[in-house]
C-alpha cells in the first residue's frame, strides 16, 4: 500500500507541475504538441501524429491546419502514398518552439531556485534520470 501512495502522490506532483507550467505557454498545447513532436521525430503524417499524441485525427488535423496557416509546418505529398501528406517542420516552426521551451524553462528555473535550497536543488537533479526511467518505462521502452 506504501508503494500505491507513492505512485499516487508522483502523479499528483507531477501532473500539478505541468499544469502550473502550462500556464505561461503562449501557443496552444495541441500545436506545442505538435511542434514537439516533429522536432524529435522528424516528418510525419495527421494521423501518425494523433496516434502518438492519443488524440483524434481531426484534433490533431485542427492544430496542423493552423500550424501550416502560420508557416510553422509544411506539408509534402508523401513518397509512399500520395494520397497522405508528410508534415514537416519549419525553421519559424522550429524557433516557435525553442521559444516556448525557454519560457518553460525560465519560468520553472526562477520556480525552482525561490522554492529549493542548494541541497534540495541537487535532489531534484538526482531524480531526474530516476523520473526518465520510470517514462522510459511507462513507453516500452
Given at each position: 500500500?506504501?508503494?500505491?501512495?507513492?505512485?499516487?502522490?508522483?502523479?499528483?506532483?507531477i501532473g500539478e507541475?505541468?499544469?502550473?507550467?502550462?500556464?505561461?505557454?503562449?501557443?496552444?498545447?495541441?500545436?506545442?504538441?505538435?511542434?514537439?513532436?516533429?522536432?524529435?521525430?522528424?516528418?510525419?503524417?495527421?494521423?501518425?501524429?494523433?496516434?502518438?499524441?492519443?488524440?483524434?485525427?481531426?484534433?490533431?488535423?485542427?492544430?496542423?491546419?493552423?500550424?501550416?496557416?502560420?508557416?510553422?509546418?509544411?506539408?509534402?505529398?508523401?513518397?509512399?502514398?500520395?494520397?497522405?501528406?508528410?508534415?514537416?517542420?519549419?525553421?519559424?516552426?522550429?524557433?516557435?518552439?525553442?521559444?516556448?521551451?525557454?519560457?518553460?524553462?525560465?519560468?520553472?528555473?526562477?520556480?525552482?531556485?525561490?522554492?529549493?535550497?542548494?541541497?534540495?536543488?541537487?535532489?531534484?537533479?538526482?531524480?531526474?534520470?530516476?523520473?526518465?526511467?520510470?517514462?522510459?518505462?511507462?513507453?516500452?521502452?
Open positions: 500500500m506504501e508503494d500505491d501512495a507513492l505512485a499516487e502522490d508522483l502523479r499528483r506532483a507541475l505541468v499544469r502550473a507550467v502550462r500556464t505561461v505557454d503562449a501557443m496552444p498545447p495541441g500545436e506545442a504538441a505538435v511542434l514537439g513532436h516533429l522536432d524529435r521525430s522528424g516528418p510525419q503524417t495527421t494521423a501518425d501524429l494523433a496516434h502518438r499524441r492519443g488524440v483524434t485525427h481531426q484534433s490533431a488535423a485542427k492544430s496542423v491546419k493552423e500550424l501550416i496557416a502560420g508557416g510553422s509546418v509544411r506539408a509534402e505529398p508523401h513518397a509512399d502514398d500520395g494520397r497522405k501528406l508528410l508534415l514537416h517542420l519549419t525553421d519559424t516552426g522550429r524557433t516557435r518552439l525553442q521559444q516556448e521551451r525557454t519560457r518553460r524553462a525560465t519560468w520553472l528555473n526562477t520556480a525552482i531556485h525561490e522554492a529549493l535550497d542548494g541541497d534540495e536543488r541537487g535532489q531534484l537533479r538526482d531524480c531526474v534520470p530516476l523520473l526518465d526511467r520510470i517514462t522510459a518505462r511507462i513507453n516500452g521502452a
